[in-house]
């Protein structure tokens, strides 16, 4: 069993800055898959960055693609998601998630073992 728990949501003006931290606990964390997904109610939970199990490998969505950077700590139990340029559309509630490794970086929700509880993030116009 692997715990996440997010943190560093909150609201933002457009064009500023956030952070979200994610810290596994429990079973090693370092050894799964990290993800960042999010959703606006009503909506499907959608991928946003994912990074593998060695933490040296990325990938992004196209809409966050030059804006967000996923790093891995030294650890591998915390992963962040820097949020840079904020849009009005990028305010969804942010989930962390955790799968297997043998899938390198995870971007589909079905692929994913573990979530956190999710942080709001709001931008505003």
């Not at 030294?74 to 955790?98: F, H, I, R, W």
């Not at 899938?103 to 589909?108: D, F, K, P």
Request: proline share 2%; glycine share 12%; hydrophobic share 35%.
């Amino acid at each position: 069993q692997v715990q996440l728990v997010e943190s560093g949501g909150g609201l933002v003006q457009a064009g500023g800055s956030l952070s979200l931290s994610c810290v596994a606990s429990g079973d090693t964390g370092s050894s799964y898959a990290m993800t960042w997904f999010r959703q606006v109610p009503g909506e499907a939970r959608n991928f946003v960055a994912a990074i593998s199990r060695s933490r040296r490998h990325t990938s992004y969505a196209d809409s966050v693609k030059d804006r967000f950077t996923i790093i891995g700590d030294n650890t591998g139990n915390t992963v962040v998601l820097q949020m840079n340029s904020l849009k009005p559309e990028d305010t969804a509630v942010y989930y962390c998630a955790a799968g297997p490794s043998n899938y390198g970086m995870i971007t589909r929700v079905d692929l994913i073992d573990y979530w956190g509880q999710g942080t709001q993030v709001t931008v505003s116009s």
